[in-house]
């Protein structure tokens, strides 16, 4: 079975890695995204050291889907829950925030951005987007508790 080809969205000539145009002597790699059941891609890098960063970053995430994936359902459950008991507890908007933290502290270790951010910007940027993202949701957390813990009536 042939694998699909895999390149930056509307630049074919990218590494998919750094987004550097590709020139002549490019390497092909046949990849595997580092989710179970993701299909082989055949990719195309500038050099060694990018085939080397996309393969190293991949094996680093594998396996670490699942503990994205209860920080996102955790950060759904806690807003949820944080909303619904807020009428009788103000303390429980704590438990939202505690959701929103979680969630941003695991997307700066466990960058995972969706395939099509991929293909718009490549690994590397994707991935620096995605801490960045982690980062935000952070200091909106941070705020939240300060904003939450000011205003709480006495």
């Known amino acids: 079975m042939a694998n699909p080809q895999f390149h930056l969205s509307g630049k074919k000539d990218r590494c998919v890695w750094c987004g550097q145009p590709l020139g ?4 092909t790699v046949d990849f595997k995204e580092g989710t179970k059941n993701a299909p082989t891609r055949e990719v195309k890098v500038c050099n060694e050291t990018c085939k080397t960063d996309l ?11 699942p503990v994205f994936i209860g920080a996102l ?7 949820t829950l944080s909303l619904i008991l807020f009428s009788k ?3 429980m908007l704590y438990l939202g925030i505690a959701g929103v933290l979680i969630m941003g502290t695991t997307a700066y270790f466990l960058p995972f951005v969706t395939p099509q951010t991929v293909q718009m910007m490549g ?32």
């Open 89 to 91: 507890h103000y303390n």
């Open 24 to 27: 002549p002597p490019f390497i």
């Open 55 to 65: 393969i190293e970053t991949e094996k680093k995430f594998e396996g670490k889907a």
């Open 123 to 154: 690994y590397k940027k994707g991935f620096r987007l995605g801490r960045i993202a982690g980062i935000i949701l952070i200091v909106v957390g941070i705020l939240a508790g300060v904003l939450v813990y000011v205003t709480a009536p006495a």
């Open 73 to 79: 359902i955790w950060l759904l459950l806690s807003s």
